[in-house]
């Protein structure tokens, strides 16, 4: 199935992203990469101007987002497994972060743990209303268990032309591995 397309006929879409970053070290010794990639899409807020109490245009059809985030994800990473991710959003100055929340529920995450190979841990998440260019870290831990210390990273995304004022971008990050050179212990991955 397309489900870009099918983010297109549910929302007024004005753009994707995607970003990949390819890490060798961080001042110890280069070992295993680490790579990890940021993917999103930049919507119309049907609700910006106004106060609605009733979210659900925006909600219900975010499963969506979810499988075309991660499947654009996936196919960034190429064959290497996702360990850690996370997800967030920003609400142009019209709209309010409950907006943002509303695309970003269950909804829209169970479909995107099925893209990326499961999932059982609950997904960090990051919201706010800014302006253009604002830049949003993304919150990562381990997808199966959220307590695995040497995950906890963030990916930062700054969309340059996004959100217009009565525009929502909703972004999810994933990572191959932990942070490079953990080491403070706690409960490991395997």
């Keep these: 199935m397309n489900y870009s397309s099918e983010v297109e006929r549910d929302y007024d879409v004005r753009e994707w ?25 930049v919507i119309r807020n049907p609700f910006a101007g106004k106060f609605v109490t009733e979210l659900s245009e925006l909600t219900n059809p975010s499963s969506a987002i979810g499988h075309a985030l991660g499947e654009r994800a996936v196919a960034l990473l190429g ?12 609400a142009g100055t019209a709209g309010e972060q409950e907006h943002v929340v509303a695309c970003i529920t269950t909804v829209f995450g169970d479909p ?3 893209q990326v190979g499961g999932g059982k841990a609950w997904i960090s998440s990051v919201s706010k209303v800014a302006v253009a ?6 919150p990562l831990a381990h997808k199966d268990e959220l307590y695995v210390r ?8 700054m969309f340059a032309d996004a959100p217009n004022a009565d525009e929502i ?9 932990g942070r490079l050179h953990s080491r403070l212990g706690g409960p490991q991955a395997a």
Excluded: M, W
Aim: hydrophobic letters at 30%.
């Design 17 to 41: 992203y995607s970003s990949v970053q390819e890490s060798r070290h961080d001042g110890g010794k280069p070992g295993e990469t680490l790579v990890k990639v940021a993917t999103g899409v």
């Design 79 to 90: 064959n290497r497994p996702v360990e850690s991710y996370g997800k967030g959003g920003i």
């Design 112 to 114: 995107l743990r099925q």
């Design 133 to 138: 260019g604002t830049t949003i870290d993304i």
């Design 150 to 157: 040497s995950h906890y990273d963030t990916v930062s995304a």
């Design 169 to 177: 971008v909703i972004a999810f990050a994933f990572a191959t591995r």
